[in-house]
C-alpha cells in the first residue's frame, strides 16, 4: 500500500498510515509500515528538531522520522532502522555499487538504477519481516522534485507487482475559508492531477478537512478523481489522534482497502483501543506539567513525551495539562519561574543537545527540587540534574559537563570513552536499546518491578565514574547501571524527595497506548498524590 499526500506538508499521512495498520492488523493481519523521507540526509540524526521535529529511535538504534513513533504506537510493535527509506541510503548504496563495479559498462542513471534499489528496498523489507501488507508512506508532497524517483518507483511497482496487489491512497487538503465557511475542493483536484500527471490514480482519496466532509464536497473530489463517492474519505479533525482509527473505520476504510488487494474481510477486535480513547475522554483531573526544554517552539520536537504522558494520564484517569517554558528564556529574565514552580504541579527537564538554554535548565532542577515537586529528567535532563546537584549539594563550584564547558574544574558528566576518536557525526552516538541492571528497593526498581530492563538510548556523554563515589555520598542514589557499569538512571531517597528521578535512556519512546511506560506513570502517579496532600 502507498500512501502519498498532496497539497501541503504535515497533511497527516503519517496519522493515516498508523490507522490503517491498527485497522488492518486488528483484523488479523500481520501489518508493517515504512516511511520514506526524500531529503539527502542518509537520517534524521544530524537534524535540527526545529526543522524536523522529534528524532524517533528504534530498537536497534536507527535514528528516524517521528513517523514511526506514531506507527509503534499504534501498531504496538517495534520497527527496525530499515523501516525509514531516505534519498541517502538510497543513493549512498547506489553510489557504492557503482564504485565497487556492479554496474560496469552502465550509465548509472536515476531510471532504472535508483528506483531499482528503492523497489528492491521495499520487496526485501517485506519479505525478511514475512508481512501480510506493507505500508509505505512517501513523505513530503506530491510535485516536489525529490520525491519524483520514490513516485516513479512506486508506479512502477503497481505494474510490476499487479493490479490486486497495491493500493495507491492519497490524502490531501480540502480548507474551509474563514470569510465563507465552505468547504473548497479545489486544492484536493489539483492535487490528484499532479497524481495522475506522473502516471499514478489513486484508488482512495482521503480528505483532510477541519469538519466532516459535505456531500457536495465528496462528489465533486470523487468526480475529478474518477473514482466512486465512497473511495473518498472524510479525515476531519477530532480531540485526539488515537480517534482517527475509529472515524475511518465508521467509513469503512479498511474493508475497502482489503476489497482492492481481494483479501478477506475478517471481523475487527479494536475493543481495547475503543476503551483507551474512552478513558482518554474520561480523564479529568488536571495534572499541570512544566515542559522545560529548548525546542519548545516546535513541540513535535518532544511528540513522544507528550503521547507517553497522555496514555499514562488515560491508564490513571489523569488529563495532562503542559506549561510549555523556554530554557533560555529563563536565562534572560524573561520568565517568572517561581510562579511557573507554583503553578506546576510536576516538571520534565526535557532532552536536547548544546549549551543554548542549559542554565536555565539547572535552575529550573534546584527550584523543582527545593520545592519537593516531582521532577523528571531524560537524557540531557538527567546530565544536567546531576551537573546541579553537583553544584549545590556537594558545592562543587562550576561543575559541569564536558559538552558545555571542554575546561570545567568538575567534569561529573564527560564523554563516553568510546566516542573519543569518532570522526563522524552521524550515527555515531550510543544508540539504540540496551539492557539496564535495577537496584532493588529503588523508586526505578518499584516503577519497572523487575531487575533488568531494556530502554533505548541516543547520547554521547554519561556521568563521569570519577564522581560517582562523591555523588553517591551525598545522597544521590544510582538506581540504574548498564553491565558496563554506566550510570543510566539517579534518584534521590523517597524521604528526602517524592519523586526525583533522572533517565539517561528515553522510557517515551516504548511507551504504547495501552502499555504506558512506567516512568510516566510513576511522574503522574507522584504529581496526583501531591495534589491531593495539598488539598
Same mark, same amino acid.
Request: aromatic fraction near 6%; hydrophobic fraction near 40%.
Given at each position: 500500500?502507498?500512501?502519498?499526500?498532496?497539497v501541503?506538508?504535515?497533511?497527516?499521512?503519517?496519522?493515516?498510515?498508523?490507522?490503517?495498520?491498527?485497522?488492518?492488523?486488528?483484523?488479523?493481519?500481520?501489518?508493517?509500515?515504512?516511511?520514506?523521507?526524500?531529503?539527502?540526509?542518509?537520517?534524521?540524526?544530524?537534524?535540527?528538531?526545529?526543522?524536523?521535529?522529534?528524532? *524517533?529511535?528504534?530498537?536497534? !538504534?536507527?535514528?528516524?522520522?517521528?513517523?514511526?513513533?506514531?506507527?509503534?504506537?499504534?501498531?504496538?510493535?517495534?520497527?527496525?532502522?530499515?523501516?525509514?527509506?531516505?534519498?541517502?541510503?538510497?543513493?549512498?548504496?547506489?553510489?557504492?555499487? +557503482?564504485?565497487?563495479g556492479?554496474?560496469?559498462g552502465? =550509465?548509472?542513471?536515476?531510471?532504472?538504477?535508483?528506483?531499482?534499489?528503492?523497489?528492491?528496498?521495499?520487496?526485501?523489507?517485506?519479505?525478511?519481516?514475512?508481512?501480510?501488507?506493507?505500508i509505505?508512506?512517501?513523505?513530503?508532497?506530491?510535485?516536489d522534485?525529490?520525491? #519524483?524517483? *520514490?513516485?516513479?518507483?512506486?508506479?512502477?511497482?503497481k505494474?510490476?507487482? !499487479?493490479d490486486?496487489? =497495491?493500493?495507491?491512497?492519497?490524502?490531501?487538503?480540502?480548507?474551509?475559508?474563514s470569510?465563507?465557511?465552505?468547504?473548497?475542493?479545489?486544492?484536493?483536484?489539483?492535487?490528484?492531477?499532479?497524481?495522475?500527471?506522473?502516471?499514478?490514480?489513486?484508488?482512495?482519496?482521503?480528505?483532510? =478537512?477541519?469538519?466532516?466532509?459535505?456531500?457536495?464536497?465528496?462528489?465533486?473530489?470523487?468526480?475529478?478523481?474518477?473514482?466512486?463517492?465512497?473511495?473518498?474519505?472524510?479525515?476531519?479533525?477530532?480531540?485526539?489522534?488515537?480517534?482517527?482509527?475509529?472515524?475511518?473505520?465508521?467509513?469503512? *476504510?479498511?474493508?475497502?482497502? #482489503?476489497?482492492?488487494?481481494?483479501?478477506?474481510?475478517?471481523?475487527?477486535?479494536?475493543?481495547?483501543?475503543?476503551?483507551?480513547?474512552?478513558?482518554?475522554?474520561?480523564?479529568? $483531573?488536571?495534572?499541570?506539567?512544566?515542559?522545560?526544554?529548548k525546542?519548545?517552539?516546535?513541540?513535535?520536537?518532544?511528540?513522544?513525551?507528550?503521547?507517553?504522558?497522555?496514555?499514562?494520564?488515560?491508564?490513571?484517569? #489523569?488529563?495532562?495539562?503542559l506549561?510549555?517554558?523556554?530554557?533560555?528564556?529563563?536565562?534572560?529574565?524573561?520568565?517568572?519561574?517561581?510562579?511557573?514552580?507554583?503553578?506546576?504541579?510536576? $516538571?520534565?527537564?526535557?532532552?536536547?543537545?548544546?549549551?543554548?538554554?542549559? +542554565?536555565?535548565?539547572?535552575?529550573?532542577?534546584?527550584?523543582?527540587?527545593?520545592?519537593?515537586?516531582? #521532577?523528571?529528567?531524560?537524557?540531557?535532563?538527567?546530565?544536567? =540534574?546531576?551537573?546541579?546537584?553537583?553544584?549545590?549539594?556537594?558545592?562543587?563550584?562550576?561543575a559541569?559537563?564536558?559538552?558545555?564547558?571542554?575546561?570545567?574544574?568538575?567534569?561529573?558528566?564527560?564523554?563516553?570513552?568510546?566516542?573519543?576518536?569518532?570522526?563522524?557525526?552521524?550515527?555515531?552516538?550510543?544508540?539504540?536499546?540496551?539492557?539496564?541492571h535495577?537496584?532493588?528497593?529503588?523508586l526505578?526498581?518499584?516503577?519497572?518491578?523487575?531487575?533488568v530492563?531494556?530502554?533505548?538510548?541516543?547520547h554521547?556523554?554519561?556521568?563521569?565514574?570519577?564522581?560517582r563515589?562523591?555523588?553517591?555520598? $551525598?545522597?544521590?542514589?544510582?538506581s540504574?547501571?548498564?553491565?558496563?557499569?554506566?550510570? +543510566?538512571?539517579? +534518584?534521590?531517597?523517597?524521604?528526602?524527595?517524592?519523586?526525583?528521578?533522572?533517565?539517561?535512556?528515553?522510557?517515551?519512546?516504548?511507551?504504547?497506548?495501552?502499555?504506558?511506560?512506567?516512568?510516566?506513570? !510513576?511522574?503522574?502517579? $507522584?504529581?496526583?498524590?501531591?495534589?491531593?496532600?495539598?488539598?
Amino acid at each position: 500500500m502507498f500512501i502519498t499526500g498532496g497539497v501541503l506538508s504535515s497533511v497527516g499521512k503519517g496519522i493515516v498510515t498508523a490507522s490503517l495498520g491498527l485497522l488492518l492488523k486488528s483484523r488479523g493481519y500481520n501489518v508493517g509500515a515504512v516511511k520514506i523521507d526524500p531529503y539527502i540526509n542518509v537520517d534524521a540524526g544530524t537534524m535540527n528538531p526545529f526543522a524536523h521535529g522529534e528524532v *524517533f529511535v528504534t530498537e536497534d !538504534g536507527g535514528e528516524t522520522d517521528l513517523d514511526l513513533g506514531h506507527y509503534e504506537r499504534f501498531l504496538n510493535q517495534n520497527l527496525s532502522k530499515e523501516h525509514n527509506i531516505t534519498a541517502g541510503k538510497v543513493y549512498l548504496s547506489v553510489i557504492e555499487k +557503482e564504485r565497487k563495479g556492479e554496474y560496469l559498462g552502465q =550509465t548509472v542513471q536515476v531510471i532504472p538504477h535508483v528506483t531499482d534499489e528503492i523497489k528492491d528496498r521495499l520487496r526485501s523489507l517485506a519479505g525478511e519481516t514475512g508481512v501480510d501488507i506493507l505500508i509505505v508512506e512517501i513523505g513530503g508532497t506530491v510535485g516536489d522534485i525529490e520525491g #519524483l524517483p *520514490f513516485l516513479e518507483a512506486i508506479r512502477q511497482m503497481k505494474m510490476e507487482e !499487479g493490479d490486486g496487489n =497495491t493500493v495507491f491512497i492519497h490524502v490531501a487538503l480540502a480548507p474551509v475559508l474563514s470569510t465563507t465557511g465552505e468547504q473548497k475542493t479545489k486544492p484536493v483536484q489539483h492535487s490528484v492531477q499532479e497524481l495522475r500527471r506522473i502516471g499514478i490514480q489513486p484508488d482512495i482519496v482521503v480528505v483532510r =478537512t477541519s469538519r466532516p466532509l459535505e456531500p457536495e464536497a465528496r462528489r465533486k473530489i470523487a468526480l475529478h478523481s474518477t473514482l466512486p463517492v465512497d473511495m473518498v474519505i472524510s479525515n476531519h479533525d477530532v480531540d485526539t489522534i488515537y480517534r482517527v482509527p475509529l472515524v475511518l473505520e465508521e467509513q469503512g *476504510f479498511s474493508s475497502k482497502v #482489503l476489497a482492492r488487494l481481494r483479501l478477506e474481510e475478517r471481523s475487527a477486535d479494536l475493543d481495547g483501543w475503543v476503551k483507551f480513547v474512552e478513558a482518554l475522554d474520561r480523564a479529568s $483531573a488536571p495534572i499541570r506539567i512544566a515542559m522545560i526544554g529548548k525546542y519548545t517552539k516546535l513541540r513535535d520536537s518532544y511528540i513522544s513525551i507528550v503521547e507517553a504522558l497522555k496514555h499514562a494520564g488515560a491508564k490513571l484517569g #489523569l488529563r495532562p495539562s503542559l506549561i510549555w517554558v523556554e530554557s533560555t528564556d529563563i536565562e534572560h529574565g524573561m520568565v517568572d519561574l517561581d510562579s511557573i514552580v507554583d503553578e506546576a504541579d510536576a $516538571a520534565i527537564i526535557l532532552p536536547g543537545f548544546g549549551r543554548r538554554g542549559t +542554565e536555565g535548565k539547572i535552575e529550573a532542577i534546584r527550584l523543582f527540587r527545593e520545592a519537593r515537586k516531582p #521532577l523528571l529528567g531524560i537524557c540531557f535532563g538527567m546530565q544536567l =540534574t546531576v551537573v546541579e546537584y553537583a553544584r549545590n549539594v556537594l558545592g562543587l563550584d562550576g561543575a559541569n559537563s564536558t559538552e558545555l564547558d571542554p575546561n570545567t574544574r568538575h567534569p561529573v558528566i564527560d564523554l563516553l570513552p568510546s566516542q573519543r576518536n569518532i570522526d563522524r557525526l552521524g550515527g555515531s552516538m550510543r544508540l539504540g536499546a540496551s539492557p539496564i541492571h535495577l537496584k532493588p528497593g529503588t523508586l526505578a526498581y518499584s516503577l519497572y518491578s523487575r531487575p533488568v530492563i531494556h530502554e533505548r538510548h541516543r547520547h554521547r556523554y554519561e556521568v563521569n565514574e570519577k564522581y560517582r563515589p562523591m555523588l553517591e555520598d $551525598a545522597g544521590l542514589i544510582v538506581s540504574g547501571e548498564s553491565p558496563e557499569g554506566l550510570v +543510566e538512571i539517579i +534518584e534521590l531517597d523517597r524521604r528526602e524527595h517524592p519523586f526525583l528521578l533522572g533517565t539517561q535512556p528515553h522510557p517515551e519512546y516504548k511507551s504504547r497506548p495501552l502499555s504506558p511506560s512506567p516512568v510516566f506513570l !510513576g511522574l503522574l502517579e $507522584a504529581a496526583s498524590q501531591r495534589v491531593k496532600l495539598a488539598h
